[in-house]
C-alpha cells in the first residue's frame, strides 16, 4: 500500500491514496490551520469505522441479513498530554432491515473487532475499544 502527503500552506495537507483518491486535511483556525477539511486524527476514526462496518455490512451480507441501512456513530476520548493517543473509542452501530437477528448483528461486529478490523485492532493497542448496536425496522 502506497500513499502520498503534499503540504498546501499552513497545515493543510493534501492526502492521496495509492487508489487514485484525494482529500484535504486541516487544523483548526487556533492552531494555524483555515478549517478546510478534516483534522488528521478525525479521519482516523472515520477510517476506523469505514474499516468495521465493511466487514460488518460483508458479513451480514453473507448471513443473508436484509439490511437496508447501517451507520456508526463513533465517541472517541484521547489523551491529555502528547502524544494525544485515543485512549477511548466507542462504536455505535444502527442497522436497518427486515427480519434482522440480533445474534448475527452482535455476531458480525464481535468478528470484525476480534479477526478482521486491522484499524480497530492496531488502535486498540492504545484505546479502550467498545461496540454496541440497535436494530431498526425498514
Not at 487514485?20 to 478525525?42: Q, S, T, Y
Not at 484505546?127 to 425496522?137: Q, V
Amino acid at each position: 500500500m502506497k500513499a502520498r502527503l503534499k503540504w498546501v500552506d499552513g497545515v493543510c495537507f493534501l492526502g492521496e491514496s495509492g487508489s487514485g483518491h484525494a482529500v484535504v486535511m486541516d487544523g483548526a483556525p487556533e492552531g494555524g490551520g483555515r478549517n478546510l477539511g478534516p483534522r488528521p486524527m478525525e479521519l482516523l476514526l472515520l477510517g476506523t469505522a469505514g474499516c468495521t462496518s465493511y466487514d460488518v455490512i460483508t458479513i451480514l451480507k453473507k448471513a443473508r441479513q436484509q439490511v437496508s441501512d447501517c451507520w456508526v456513530e463513533i465517541d472517541a476520548e484521547r489523551a491529555d498530554e502528547e502524544p494525544k493517543v485515543f485512549t477511548r473509542i466507542h462504536f455505535h452501530f444502527v442497522v436497518t432491515g427486515r427480519d434482522l437477528k440480533a445474534e448475527t448483528v452482535e455476531r458480525a461486529i464481535k468478528l470484525s473487532a476480534e479477526k478482521y478490523c486491522s484499524a480497530s485492532i492496531m488502535l486498540g493497542k492504545t484505546a479502550d475499544i467498545s461496540h454496541d448496536f440497535e436494530l431498526r425496522d425498514a
